[in-house]
């Protein structure tokens, strides 16, 4: 019996016909023709192992679908209302992480004039979620059509004063 195991082992162990196929494209689906064909013989077993996957994060995230901030620093004041104004922020289509989308929209923020830094976006590496700070009057508005929310995280709502945990993971 201590034989038959010996010679299982031996036979499990010893080096075997490899064949590396290096498949490039950059396509969702990948169908590759070998020519000449791989033969393999029907009375043995064969067992196929992926030992290296190399993808490039080249995906655009952001397109005209997700990519549009809508946020309030406050309220004009009329003859006899009072109304909110709102900015909404539409984010170049690409690829982006969370930093690079608090990044972009502090750059915009800043560009039209208003304070990017108190009122931010940052990430909670270890919750893998987005946190919102607001300070004052600002509000952040995810209700807008084609809203920046389901990348960063959170419900389509208004965000007020406070600091606010996205309540999904980051979806960068």
Known sequence: MNTEILEK????????????????????????????????????KYEMALMNLEAYYSFQNLSDENNVFRYSLG??????????????????????????????????????????ESNKITAN??????????QGDFQADFRVRNSISSILGFRNQVYEEGIHKSQNVVNT
């Open 9 to 44: 082992n031996e036979r499990n162990t010893s080096p075997k016909t490899s064949t590396q196929i290096v498949v490039s494209e950059n396509l969702k689906k990948i169908k590759t023709p070998f020519n000449p064909p791989i033969e393999l013989d029907h009375t043995r």
């Open 75 to 116: 309220f004009i004041e009329g003859d006899s209302t009072r109304q909110r104004q709102w900015v909404e922020v539409q984010i170049s289509d690409g690829n982006y992480d969370l930093i690079d989308d608090a990044e972009t929209i502090k750059i915009v923020m800043k560009r039209n004039g208003h304070n990017g």
């Open 125 to 134: 590496t270890n919750t893998l979620k987005s946190v919102l700070e607001i």
